[in-house]
């Protein structure tokens, strides 16, 4: 059925920067609205950014200005760049995929229907 795949978590300071890969192992991804949102324990898990097929964009308030997401539909690969990070975005992150639709920018958890594992960012002060 295929699968999401995310990369490049770790430890970093405050300030500093991350890449976040999204790798979609079946090419019909890259027709599809993809989202990157977090969660940390006990709490729900919250929308950080999304793209549609054509590039259109949506952030939440708090990380709009730091951090970027993009994708490369060539490679099934959707990014997400963090700049100045701060401790307060440490969280699992995940990458998410709407099958429904390829123009929607959804913050909404419930209207994505794929879901990779996540991965571990952890921002020290």
């Known amino acids: 059925q295929g699968q999401l795949v995310e990369s490049g978590g770790g430890l970093v300071q405050a300030g500093g920067s991350l890449r976040l890969s999204c790798v979609a192992s079946?090419?019909?991804?890259?027709?599809?609205?993809m989202a990157w949102f977090r969660q940390t324990p006990g709490k729900e898990r919250e929308f950080v950014a999304a793209?549609?097929?054509?590039?259109?964009?949506n952030y939440k308030a708090s990380v709009k200005g730091r951090f970027t997401i993009s994708r490369d539909n060539a490679k099934n690969t959707v990014y997400l760049q963090m700049n100045s990070l701060k401790p307060e975005d440490t969280a699992v992150y995940y990458c998410?995929?709407?099958?429904?639709?390829?123009?929607?920018?959804?913050?909404?958890?419930?209207?994505?229907?794929?879901w990779g594992q996540g991965t571990q960012v952890t921002v020290s002060s």
């Open positions: 998410a995929a709407d099958r429904r639709t390829s123009y929607g920018t959804s913050s909404r958890p419930s209207e994505y229907d794929y």
């Open positions: 079946e090419r019909t991804f890259s027709n599809y609205a």
């Open positions: 793209i549609s097929r054509r590039g259109s964009t």
